[in-house]
């Protein structure tokens, strides 16, 4: 018997998803309500904590991410109960969710983190593997270390983050040029000589990522469900993996541009249908037909066929919407998230999302644009626990300042990238130029510019511009007096606008 529907008071705060959105949103919400029980529900036995967080300048931040046992976030906060279980459907009207165990949880507030999942240029093939996070990072683990030829297909920021040593890659892309969801052109060649290069010298060590799963039990999860729960990986997520092929050499990368995936063929079909594949193509030497045999082969839309030990599907995610969606009448982006306005409310009266489920619906600013990161998890995640306090107790909240600018910090190669506002140029149309600052094999600085005004940057090396620049594109100063001494090594531009 179902009883009738309780005031909502009787409701707990319930966060949905154990990745960095959820696990922020509820240790937020822990801090600001100790006495009330907060929910976190995930379907994983493991949470993504943010560790040695660094507030790099006003925007900027930096922080490690760690996967714990549930327990350990309990042991920090009392007063968040986990419940391993996955959803199995929402019942907004009547404010509760039902868990995968049966059980339903009446919730006042409810926020949904529940992550995205890769798209698979293919779905159950065995040879097509889609990274996203730490189960299927170690899955391609164990298939580098036999293999001699993989194929990567698409520019997903995940695929820019590979390096691959002793293993041959084709890899095949829509754009021009390697990485436009991270980089331009100029980048992506100052980064590709080194890719190209032969990696000589030592991997100088770098930390972030500890991956703590392997010894947790694997065999209460089925093979399905290990597909598609893990949470994200963000871009150290080859850390603590030693990506080692067969082939001794280093890096052997092939790019084939302007070009996405026409057929897939596992070994005997194509034998079957007699096709013929290309060797990996060497230094402008004309390419021949492959005589070894492969397990899988890819038919290329510019009618190249390569034979490979596995292919690597890097074409982006799909928020994972899909259990909250029947009987609910909510409002979704173009890209299939929840669309949330500027408290990360959903369409739905007391449901917030936050994270990579979520798209962001409200006037952006001119310099800020939402990409599925683990920074903007983090500062969505935080956001909407403030959010969801305010509103219960009917207090009102200005928008973060986070949303004013985007920023975030990467390493690439090892070297740091900066990215802030649209340091691609995004949306402004053909009216903005560019300047650049290259010292090969040291620093690559890109500066979009707009009517004087800079609006975004790519800085890639020790530059040490990033506050500068940040402050430069929040205050929209006008520069056009400047010309090029902006990027005059011989001038020191932070003294000019200290």
């Excluded at 309780?6 to 006495?35: D, M, N, R, W, Y």
């Excluded at 009446?106 to 996203?132: D, H, T």
């Excluded at 940057?457 to 010309?483: H, K, P, R």
Aim: with cysteine.
């Amino acid at each position: 018997m179902e009883a009738a529907r309780p005031p909502p008071t009787a409701g707990k705060f319930v966060v949905v998803g154990g990745g960095i959105a959820g696990v922020t949103c509820a240790e937020q919400l822990a801090t600001h309500f100790p006495s009330e029980d907060i929910l976190l529900v995930t379907a994983s036995p493991v949470i993504k904590a943010v560790t040695n967080f660094k507030q790099i300048s006003k925007i900027l931040e930096e922080f490690d991410v760690e996967e714990q046992s549930s327990t350990m976030l309990g042991k920090r906060f009392p007063n968040i109960k986990v419940i391993e279980s996955g959803v199995k459907q929402l019942k907004s009207e009547e404010h509760c969710i039902v868990t995968e165990d049966g059980n339903q949880h009446v919730y006042k507030k409810l926020c949904l983190c529940a992550g995205a999942k890769p798209k698979l240029i293919c779905e159950g093939n065995p040879y097509v593997l889609g990274i996203r996070d730490t189960d299927s990072a170690q899955e391609f683990q164990k298939q580098l270390t036999k293999a001699k030829r993989i194929m990567i297909i698409g520019n997903g920021g995940i695929a820019l983050e590979y390096e691959i040593e002793g293993c041959e890659v084709i890899w095949a892309i829509k754009d021009k040029a390697i990485g436009n969801t991270f980089f331009d052109a100029g980048a992506a060649e100052f980064l590709t000589s080194k890719l190209i290069a032969e990696k000589s010298e030592a991997k100088i060590a770098h930390k972030r990522t500890r991956y703590t799963t392997e010894g947790r039990k694997k065999e209460a999860r089925s093979k399905s469900k290990a597909d598609n729960v893990g949470s994200a990986l963000g871009p150290d997520w080859h850390e603590g993996l030693n990506l080692k092929g067969t082939k001794e050499f280093s890096h052997k990368i092939h790019l084939e541009t302007m070009c996405e995936v026409k057929k897939i063929y596992l070994q005997d079909e194509f034998r079957i249908l007699k096709k013929k594949s290309f060797t990996f193509p060497r230094d402008h030497k004309s390419v021949t037909a492959d005589t070894e045999m492969w397990p899988v082969y890819v038919e290329l839309t510019n009618e190249k066929i390569y034979g490979c030990d596995f292919i690597v599907s890097a074409t982006g995610v799909t928020p994972n919407v899909e259990p909250f969606l029947h009987g609910n009448s909510f409002d979704l982006g173009e890209d299939g998230g929840l669309k949330v306005d500027d408290h990360m409310h959903t369409s739905l009266p007391d449901i917030y999302a936050a994270g990579d489920i979520c798209t962001t619906s409200w006037q952006l600013s001119p310099v800020w644009q939402q990409m599925r990161l683990w920074t903007q998890a983090r500062q969505m995640g935080w956001y909407a626990a403030k959010c969801m306090a305010a509103a219960s107790s009917g207090d009102s909240i200005d928008m973060d300042f986070s949303f004013e600018l985007f920023a975030h910090v990467t390493k690439f190669f090892n070297y740091k990238v900066v990215l802030l506002g649209k340091y691609n140029a995004q949306g402004l149309g053909s009216d903005h130029e560019l300047m650049l600052r290259c010292t090969k094999g040291r620093e690559y600085i890109k500066v979009v510019m707009q009517n004087g005004r800079m609006m975004g940057a790519v800085l890639i090396g020790e530059t040490d511009l990033e506050e500068t620049f940040e402050n430069l594109i929040l205050n929209q100063m006008n520069l056009s007096s400047y010309g090029e001494d902006l990027l005059d090594p011989n001038i020191d531009i932070e003294d000019y606008f200290d």
